[in-house]
């Protein structure tokens, strides 16, 4: 196999799955907004900071605002329904004619995932400004510099995967069990609280701060977000980004691993 | 005489409604594993909420005049509603789309009964009842904690949740018959109910657009917050009057809009 055969099967991929999302648009708009963990703390926490004089922790309602659309709009770029995708598919036998293609399946995933941000992506952002514009001041505290967004969108892509990766490993346990949906609800529950989907991290204790450090979740949103807010900049962007990279060379290892164990264990349904 | 008429019907729904139970009980008794995953989800969605919730109350002032313990109380009637929504009326009411779309709802119309019953109460999903016990636990550690708790209160504040679950099944009934006209509307039922999240917080705690919307529009209000403030003993009569008049009217307006419904059924192959 060759760069230029496999590109063309990239290209293939992109457009046949870029029409696919393109159908459910109208059911996107529906997902993104059913993700409302971070409107109702941006409404929660805004709350709190106008019956304690103006702010919280140093936070005023317009960096609430700042925050959690960012953390919003990040969220997007980031969500993965790989593992129920997989849980589908090896349990409906559906996965059989993917490992007859001479192509991993888990490119037409990954094309899968990149596409539906291809589609999903445009449509948060004017979402994102609107909840912006609701709250005084939002839009005033909301503007990176070209230098940091560029720095959050390298951030960003390497979130996605991470995400798109684990998300990948949970999904093949469905190889020897039947609840990894559940082990994904998991997940997102730890991902809320851990990725600062609920608060700036800045406001939990410090053993929990410290804590999160070692865990993924704060990679996936919270750095993000504070890279676009020019919150870090200069080496600490560099050890987010370093830190990132590793995350993802372990979920992608460890889904390798994990995805040739499970073929073996694979009897085909229907087959 | 309509005294037995009406016993012999009673008797003869709850006898049907028992033999569903535990038909989906022993059908799900044979996933020992799952019961053990959903009660670890169970925990772990108690504990993050939990933490969330010290995290608000981080500096130790009081949220819309709610302490964190009174606040708890919310928490854990949210969860128990939440329970009863994934155990008892997800398994059901998500089901009548898929029964308009591939005709099989003919079967219920077809048999003796009423069929508003029937779509409502034939399975259970008994794994996401370990949530309600969660959220039971939580709110009896939060009620020994505070002073001044009485058992009228507490009694008054069970009725009411009471009153909150007959709404949550009334909106929910309405929501999924809109798939006789719409036939895919489970995304909008997710849309929906992610809106309902906001009832793991007291809605004092949300600034006032967002407290009337949530009272009156999407009552997430009366399912938690309103209980709440019945058990610590600071309701506002006019609430509770509130909660009975709306719980009856989702009662009534769901009722006639299945029956309305039922009316324009065609069927999905003539």
Redesign the interface.
């Known amino acids: 196999m060759n760069l230029a055969a496999n590109w063309h099967k990239f290209k293939t991929l992109y457009s046949v799955w870029l029409s696919h999302m393109l159908i459910y648009r109208a ?1 996107l708009v ?2 993104m ?5 971070p409107w ?1 703390m941006m ?6 900071a ?3 004089g103006g702010s ?2 140093g936070f005023s309602a317009a960096d609430f605002g700042a925050y959690f659309m960012a953390v919003w709009l990040t969220n997007q770029a980031v969500v993965a329904w790989v593992a129920w995708e997989l849980d589908f598919q090896i349990r409906q036998g559906e996965l059989s004619p993917k490992l007859l293609r001479p192509l991993d399946p888990v490119w037409e995933y990954w094309f899968r995932h990149l596409t539906e941000k291809s589609v999903r992506i445009p449509m948060a952002i004017p979402l994102a400004v609107a909840g912006l514009a609701l709250v005084p001041g939002a839009l005033a505290a909301f503007t990176p510099n070209l230098g940091a967004f560029l720095l959050f969108l390298l951030s960003l892509v390497l979130a996605a995967n991470m995400r798109f990766f684990a998300a990948y490993c949970i999904g093949i346990l469905c190889f020897w ?3 990894a949906t ?2 994904d ?2 997940w997102f ?2 991902a ?2 851990a990725g600062g989907i ?2 700036p991290l800045t ?3 410090q053993w ?1 701060q410290d804590m999160l450090q070692w865990t993924p979740w704060p990679y996936i949103t919270y750095y993000p977000v504070q890279i676009l807010n020019g919150a870090l900049t200069g080496p600490a962007v560099l050890r987010v980004l370093l830190i990132e990279a590793a995350w993802l060379l372990f979920f992608w290892l460890l889904s390798r691993v994990a995805w040739h164990s499970g073929l073996r264990r694979y009897g085909a349904v229907g087959a | 005489m309509s005294n037995t008429i009406f016993g012999n019907v009673f008797g003869k729904y709850f006898k049907l409604m028992a033999l569903f139970a535990s038909a989906s009980i022993s059908a799900q008794l044979e ?1 020992r ?2 019961f053990v ?2 009660t ?2 169970s925990i ?2 108690a504990v ?1 909420t939990f ?2 919730l ?3 109350y ?2 130790g ?1 009081p ?2 005049g709610w302490s964190f313990t009174e606040a708890s109380v919310v928490v854990g009637l949210f969860l128990l509603v939440e329970g009863f929504m994934g155990a008892f009326l997800a398994p059901n009411l998500n089901k009548i789309g898929e029964g308009v779309r591939t005709g099989s709802l003919d079967f219920i119309l077809l048999k003796p009964l009423d069929a508003q019953f029937l779509v409502s109460s034939r399975n259970i999903n008994i794994f996401r009842l370990p949530d309600s016990l969660v959220g039971i636990g939580v709110v009896i550690w939060a009620l020994v904690q505070l002073p001044d708790i009485t058992l009228g209160g507490v009694l008054l504040g069970v009725a009411l949740m009471v009153c909150g679950l007959v709404i949550v099944y009334g909106l929910w009934l309405m929501l999924a018959t809109t798939a006789f006209w719409f036939v895919r509307v489970e ?2 039922t ?2 929906v109910w ?2 309902f ?2 009832g793991q ?1 007291p809605v004092t ?3 006032p657009v ?1 407290r009337l919307f949530l009272t009156f529009v999407v009552p997430v209000a009366f399912i938690s917050t309103v209980p709440a403030e019945a058990m610590i003993g600071r309701i506002e009569p006019i609430n509770v009057v509130l909660a009975v008049v709306v719980a009856l009217v989702v009662t009534l307006v769901s009722r006639w809009f299945w029956r309305f419904a039922l009316r324009s059924y065609t069927s999905a192959s003539s």
């Open positions: 059911e529906v997902w907004l059913s993700g409302t963990v109702l409404v929660v926490w805004i709350g709190k106008q019956t304690e919280v922790a069990t039947d609840q559940a082990i609800d998991f529950f730890l809320v609280f609920f608060a406001l939990y204790p929990a | 996933y594993f799952n995953v959903n670890i989800g772990l969605l993050t933490f969330g010290g995290v608000l981080g500096n002032k949220l819309g995304n909008m997710e849309l992610s809106l999240r906001a917080f705690v949300l600034p967002v």
